[in-house]
Nanobody, 127 residues
Framework: HVQLVESGGNSVQPGGSLKLSCVRS????????IGWFRQPPGKEREGVAA????????HYADSVKGRFTISRDSAQDTVTLQLDSLKVEDTAMYYC??????????????????????WGQGTQVTV
């Protein structure tokens, strides 16, 4: 039974930082793509960052490059999203999800929600 559990969401002032964690369990294969998505109130869900756990390859949305950092632990069971220099527009419910691969097109991550098949319940970030 595949399970993803997010934690770390909170309310912070603009310019502040948060650290989100996604713990996964129930996987047969170690290597897959873990993505962080966010959904602001009344808006569609969008991809923020992703990491392929095998090689550690990372991908970011342009809106968060240089501010957010995705990483995994050595056991590849926990993926962390460090959020720095937070802006009001970063306010959203943040979700982690898994896919077989981090699909790339034209040199960039496609950020497609439909590519991801297992999702956590989300953690709220308010700036």
């Amino acid at each position: 039974h595949v399970q993803l559990v997010e934690s770390g969401g909170n309310s912070v002032q603009p310019g502040g930082s948060l650290k989100l964690s996604c713990v996964r369990s129930g996987y047969t294969y170690t290597d897959n793509c873990i993505g962080w998505f966010r959904q602001p109130p009344g808006k569609e869900r969008e991809g923020v960052a992703a990491i392929y756990t095998g090689a550690g390859t990372t991908h970011y949305a342009d809106s968060v490059k240089g501010r957010f950092t995705i990483s995994r632990d050595s056991a590849q069971d926990t993926v962390t999203l460090q959020l720095d220099s937070l802006k009001v527009e970063d306010t959203a419910m943040y979700y982690c999800a898994t896919a077989g691969l981090c699909r790339v097109r034209g040199g960039g991550w496609t950020r497609e929600v439909a590519d991801f098949d297992h999702w956590g319940q989300g953690t709220q970030v308010t700036v």
